[in-house]
């Protein structure tokens, strides 16, 4: 007979969706491959996910005839199974995650490749923030600054700010419970936690400062480079 005590304890994995060409970003390529303080801003990525002991493996979803990772070896797993949305690009590498051994029961947090300031302090936090929680959650920010509705390029009117905040990844969900709401939510939700919503359930928001942000315009480039750099120092 199997106990509660005897059930094999769910896994953490780790979902990089790397498929975007990051058309804001004005670079040549696919901006997770430009260099930033000396590497691809991928490879910090990587590095923090690889730091954290928890992480049972860490799966990158590529676009198909993507080489970067041909060129430049890690002992992620890749898979060139990318989609049109981000969305599709998840969808595709739970599927692969499933058949690399992951379960329905196992934890999988998916995280941005432009997000290359996150930390394994901060991976550790989410997940030792929803491992009990019936749920899962995501890294979150509270909004401080006014909030403004724009038609136009003009201001039109000024919305409340409170109870508001603004999403990061990793974003953590069961596999199976992920799988089910990304299908419910269809292809152009733009993150996992507003999937899980469409199920009617409510992601916890786990407290996080600004420098976990996503390089999206050429301006971020610099900003994050200097904060590598100053983490060295």
């Given at each position: 007979?199997?106990?509660?005590?005897?059930?094999?304890?769910?896994?953490?994995?780790?979902?990089?969706?790397?498929?975007?060409?990051?058309?804001?970003?004005?670079?040549?390529?696919?901006?997770?491959?430009?260099?930033?303080?000396?590497?691809?801003?991928?490879?910090?990525?990587?590095?923090?996910?690889?730091?954290?002991?928890?992480?049972?493996?860490?799966?990158?979803?590529?676009?198909?005839?993507?080489?970067?990772?041909?060129?430049?070896?890690?002992?992620?797993?890749?898979?060139?199974?990318?989609?049109p949305t981000r969305a599709a690009s998840v969808m595709n590498g739970l599927y692969e995650l499933g058949r690399a051994g992951a379960t329905?029961?196992?934890?999988?947090?998916?995280?941005?490749?432009?997000?290359?300031?996150?930390?394994?302090?901060?991976?550790?936090?989410?997940?030792?923030?929803?491992?009990?929680?019936?749920?899962?959650?995501?890294?979150?920010?509270?909004?401080?600054?006014?909030?403004?509705?724009?038609?136009?390029?003009?201001?039109?009117?000024?919305?409340?700010?409170?109870?508001?905040?603004?999403?990061?990844?990793?974003?953590?969900?069961?596999?199976?419970?992920?799988?089910?709401?990304?299908?419910?939510?269809?292809?152009?939700?733009?993150?996992?936690?507003?999937?899980?919503?469409?199920?009617?359930?409510?992601?916890?928001?786990?407290?996080?400062?600004?420098?976990?942000?996503?390089?999206?315009?050429?301006?971020?480039?610099?900003?994050?480079?200097?904060?590598?750099?100053?983490?060295?120092?």
């Open positions: 007979m199997v106990t509660s005590e005897s059930k094999p304890q769910s896994r953490c994995f780790a979902l990089v969706p790397c498929a975007g060409t990051g058309s804001r970003a004005g670079t040549n390529g696919p901006k997770q491959y430009e260099r930033i303080a000396g590497h691809p801003m991928v490879w910090h990525t990587l590095a923090a996910f690889g730091a954290v002991r928890r992480i049972s493996r860490t799966l990158i979803v590529v676009a198909p005839g993507d080489g970067f990772f041909e060129r430049n070896p890690t002992p992620a797993l890749v898979v060139p199974c990318g989609g329905e029961r196992d934890w999988v947090l998916v995280h941005d490749a432009a997000r290359c300031l996150i930390t394994p302090a901060l991976i550790d936090a989410l997940i030792d923030a929803c491992m009990a929680d019936e749920v899962g959650g995501l890294l979150a920010h509270k909004v401080v600054d006014t909030l403004k509705q724009e038609e136009g390029g003009r201001s039109v009117a000024t919305l409340d700010r409170e109870h508001k905040w603004l999403a990061q990844t990793p974003q953590m969900f069961r596999l199976g419970v992920l799988q089910q709401a990304l299908e419910r939510a269809g292809p152009h939700v733009t993150d996992e936690a507003s999937a899980i919503e469409s199920l009617g359930l409510k992601p916890l928001l786990v407290p996080n400062g600004t420098q976990n942000f996503k390089v999206t315009y050429p301006g971020d480039f610099a900003l994050a480079e200097a904060v590598l750099k100053a983490r060295l120092r």
